[in-house]
């Protein structure tokens, strides 16, 4: 309905939501070609994970990307282009004056423009599927859909398919396939192919039909054909698949990635289940009255089909009591009473009572209860199975609110793993889906970097490959900006309760780390010993076979030694003489040689590192350790160690016996 | 309609865009109460502005902001709350258990509550006004309005006026308030209070009347009731209505802020018109071919009237000729020809054509005279009045255009100025709006801080206090995120563009302050040399008066002087002592004073820094200025003065004469 406004004949025109969205496409995350790539991916995985859990089955979802050049495209879409490539190739020039200008700006926008790419997606599941009839409607229509409600659901405006259906049209203009077997009617597959008016905002069928389901499927299958760009967000679909298998453990999750051109790069990842326990489907339920504003009392009121304002206080919101509506009602005042009927409300009456129920304190608190959080069991495995850390705590705090709406927080701490990296790397989840975006401003990452105190848990938060995942569940996740790609750390229930869920993980860590740091200390201190090994041996033998030889020199000017020499105790000097004649003694027979002192030594060693890892020291083959009161000896470094009252004195060297009760 | 889909029964809804918008408010950055208010504020304002500039009024714009608390709005809004508040007092406090969880986390958000506060936004212009009969479906329908298509147009989503009515509705319940008088009929006034109906997405008109407009007024009061927060934006909307004055230098700005609780915190900020020059408006062009995308071509055959093809691309798009358009069909080869009916292309033909016209380089580039830049003038006296700096230079590059969509780059360049900071402060606009948010991702923040070299154009970036302003106009404006608060680096055009921009500024500067810094140089040398005069009057004058003591004293022994007095050449000797005796002879008649040698060295610097300055130097005194030869000494330090031949040595100190030369 065109109306002119203003002289300038200004045209006033109604917009449908399509329009709108196919505008405004960034606002649902497809910003470009490689965003609405990964945008289509994860919308439609989230639809199929969606359709899984709704009936409790455990999701098989298989991902097929194909990606295709221009002329495999058209091929593909039987777009004439069988003439030979660009006939009239002035056409693809610049003109002159402006060949400069081309290649100080151009050459990007160019090279990127030959570079189209493009893929088909499907995504494949084994969920409820959907209904002969009802397919039209539920993808063909932006601003339609099942997810609306009270309730903790993936996904962010509930446009994701839609959107991949305006894309595809955009940049394709070829329509969407889904074919399907709803798990109440499985003697059959509806198959559909669809377009959407986009002024109308209604679904345009070109194809829609039913055929018999031979193989008793069921589950939906969703193909798209859109431009997009592999290269530019291929890290991203990783990570969110990763991720993804992080956070829903119980799904098989398989995507194959191929390339018509290039075999090469070909690639499959494929993460199999790793638990049989699904989380309880999230609950729909009522506004928490601290929630509430002008505008939802009247919807609600309107909606309501109760006869009283004290019923309607009662059942159409949650928290409240028969008794504590009656106080509210007593306390609204004059023109409110419990009998009264709920739709007799005027907007004034509306505004006190809003004013009202978002200052009363007495409700019980939103239920936790009806979320859907993945459970520490879950979230246990599928990081081991996924990262395989060394090791991992996981803990769950109690449910808590904020503005009436109900949250749960998860988290793990992982240390180690293979692909972790060094320092604290932060793992974000928000209703059980990745969040890859935006992540400096998030709660996690915040709360992780600056509100833990690693250290005091035996952590290294530089050195150490620390993960930290945050799952936060909610039936309103509270986004900051428009992207809801993180969660602001404005809102304090939720950074505290971020907070202690991940420093109860780092308590579980802190007994653990101490043993496991134990053992590294030992095994470094095995490693530094065993590299000593050959020089030791080799300076000791010499030093020795140098004392022989002395002795065999001057033998009988018994008493002339060093001026270094000088034995504390008056004992001391004739057992260190003892203890000389005797190597010396076993030398000339040739029992200590250069070898027996290696040999020894390893054995020392060893002996060492088996009783810091808790093996059985009598495993040990013939050494003097069976003797009690034989300490092994070890050659270490002397700085650090300041007991040397016992050192053994040599006018060539310094002995100093080391017991192995330093080292636990 | 509701459908069942799967066995949960899933019900499936269809919601309006009202309903979508009032759910996802922040998508028109409607995200907390503070953030609420200041987006209401600027919507308000710019809508106004709009109003004005189409039939190209001077805008005359009043904004007035009234704060009050939840008491006096329920007395506004005649809501019953006039038993004394909380009379159930139990109803307020938490119940035992939780008292500890909320001294822990509730305490924020309790104060917060307590604190609600209510404002009375109302703006009032002078623009082209609404028809009576059109008020109703302008502000109270979502996605319907007067700005869309291809044209430089400021807002976000076309939501404005819609997202304030919606965030009354919620926080308020109060209706929207217009009265207006549109130009082409000015015999009356119409006003209307109109609330919305969200499901239907359709206005409710509360009241909508005509009266007599006895003082010929025009133009259009908007006034708005919602919740807010003063405190959390105060910072931001005076920060914005700053930059708006900046950009708007041809409107009159006034906001009019008033507590109803709190008289001290009431503000008023004005702007006044500081140019009668008016940027022309923008005009609406067709799109680009390079800009295309299947569906666009879709939308634009169904609503041509073209009879053949080659007219279609002639007349529907931008930049086509008819040499142009047949070179195209011929290259399309089989299916296509130039009499064509336009109607007639399949989806495979429009493909096909989408990709030619993306890749043809011939079509003329799209043109900048539809935009509607501030223009140089305006930028500088904009930025002169508002923000008082000491230099401005400012730049206009030559329209550029990135795929398909036209642009221009205004920069400007201020040094110093009142409320400035020192180092690189930007400051950002897209069709002339400020954009305060998400600075640090922006194409103009990025160039500026790492792709100038502002040492080379005598700018100290860390001392310096240097304001970049850079307004980019276009007919879409590539905003990266869905805030649409930041403008990408990744557009390679816009960037050399806004790069060209500031570096044509930085040369302007360049001579500019050179002077600048000279001038700068000689005022530091003179106020530190009149920080001498006292210290150096006294030391001379007491050096003078010991010589003339010690030759009183010691008349006759002629030759006795310190060993320290070396007097390099021969003659030199005898013409210091000459010196001595005339300085002697002065002393001991009274012409030679402590006075007389404090206002020589006065003298001489006035004359310094009037002969930098630019002065006549003849204007001065009776000084030895008069005399050619004589140039004026100077004390100064003397470390870096590396001509000591000319010193006049004494046994006491040297005197080092300074020629002006030295400091030109």
Redesign the interface.
């Known amino acids: ?1 065109p ?6 004949s ?8 399509a ?2 969205f ?1 505008e ?1 496409q ?2 649902a995350g497809f ?1 470009n070609p490689g965003k609405c790539l990964y945008t289509t991916i994860r919308e439609l995985v989230e639809n199929s994970l969606d ?1 899984c859990e ?2 409790n089955i455990l999701p098989d979802i298989v991902l097929k990307i194909e990606e295709m050049n ?1 002329n495999d495209f ?1 091929i593909l ?7 030979k490539d ?3 190739e ?6 002159k004056g ?1 060949k400069k200008a ?1 290649s ?6 160019k090279s990127s ?1 030959n570079e ?1 790419a493009y893929f088909r997606i499907s995504v494949r599941d084994n969920g ?1 599927g ?2 002969h ?2 397919i039209p ?2 993808l063909g ?1 932006v ?4 997810k ?1 409600g009270v309730r903790q659901t993936r996904g962010k ?1 509930g446009l994701g398919a839609k959107m991949a259906l ?1 894309w595809s ?5 070829v329509p969407i396939k889904i074919t399907t077997s709803h ?2 009617s499985t003697e059959y597959i509806s198959t559909c192919v669809l377009d959407i008016d ?1 002024y109308k905002n209604e679904p345009k069928i070109i194809q829609h039909k039913k055929q018999k389901n031979v193989n008793d499927w069921k589950g939906t299958e969703f193909e798209v054909l859109i431009a997009g760009s592999w290269s530019s967000y291929k890290a991203r679909i990783v990570q969110y698949l990763q991720q993804l298998a992080i956070i829903t453990p119980y799904a098989k999750l398989e995507m194959q990635y191929t390339n018509v051109n290039d075999a090469k790069k070909e690639m499959t990842i494929r993460y199999d289940r790793r638990s049989e326990q699904m989380p309880s ?1 999230a609950k729909e339920v009522k506004h928490h009255p601290s929630s509430v ?4 009392v ?2 609600l009121l309107d909606k309501s089909s109760s006869k009283t304002l004290v019923r309607f206080l009662c059942d159409d919101l949650s928290g409240v009591s028969p008794s ?1 509506a009656k ?2 009602i ?2 609204l ?3 409110f009473d419990e009998d009264m009927k709920p739709k007799k409300l005027d ?6 009572l ?2 009202l129920l ?5 409700f019980k ?1 939103p239920d936790g209860n009806c979320l859907s959080p993945l459970g520490e069991y879950n979230l246990n495995l599928g990081i081991r199975k996924t990262m395989e850390p060394d090791i991992v705590a996981t803990f769950r705090d109690k449910p ?1 609110a ?2 009436g709406h109900p949250f749960i927080v998860e988290a793990a701490i992982a240390i180690g793993g293979k692909s972790a990296k060094e320092g604290i790397n932060v793992i974000r989840f928000a209703n059980r889906i990745p969040l890859l975006f935006e992540a400096g401003g998030d709660v996690s990452t915040r709360v992780a970097q600056s509100k833990i105190k690693w250290s005091s848990y035996k952590i290294d938060h530089k050195k150490d490959k620390i993960s930290v995942f945050v799952s936060i569940v909610s039936t309103k996740v509270p ?5 809801k790609e993180y969660i602001g750390d404005d809102i ?2 939720i950074q ?1 309760s971020v907070k202690r869920a991940l420093q109860a993980c780092c308590q579980q860590l802190r007994s653990q780390l101490s043993k496991r740091n134990a053992l590294r200390d030992a095994h470094q201190r095995r490693s530094r010993l065993v590299k000593y090994i050959p020089d030791a041996t080799r300076s000791i033998f010499g030093i020795l076979d140098a004392l022989r030889k002395r002795k065999a020199d001057e033998d009988g000017t018994e008493e002339q030694t060093s001026p270094r020499k000088m034995p504390r105790r008056a004992g001391e000097k004739e057992r260190v003489e003892q203890e000389n004649l005797a190597i010396i003694k076993r030398m000339n027979e040739g029992t200590l040689s250069e070898e027996v002192i290696q040999n020894c030594l390893v054995e020392a060693i060893e002996a060492q590192s088996a009783s810091i890892e808790g093996l059985d020291a009598n495993n040990g083959d013939d050494s003097t350790r069976n003797d009690p009161d034989a300490q092994p000896t070890y050659i270490v470094p002397v700085h650090g160690l300041d007991d040397s009252s016992k050192d053994i004195e040599h006018f060539l060297f310094t002995f100093r016996p080391i017991h192995s009760s330093l080292f636990s």
Chains 1, 2 share one sequence.
């Not at 504003?293 to 939802?296: A, E, G, S, Y």
């Open positions: 309905m109306k002119s406004k203003g002289q300038k200004e045209v006033q025109v109604q917009k449908s939501p329009e709108f196919a405004n960034a606002i910003d359709a709704s009936v221009q058209n879409r039987g777009v004439n282009s069988s003439k660009a006939t009239d002035g056409l693809f020039q610049k003109k402006e081309a100080e700006d151009g050459n990007k926008k423009r189209d409820c959907m209904k009839h009802d409607n539920l229509r601003l339609s859909g099942s609306y405006f305006i049209k955009k940049s394709t203009g798990i109440k986009i489907p504003n002008n505008l939802l009247q919807q504590i106080r509210v007593a306390e005042g004059n023109g907007g004034k009456q509306i505004t006190r809003v004013q978002r200052r009363v304190e007495l608190a808590g904020y503005e986004f900051k900006g428009t992207g304090t229930e505290t």
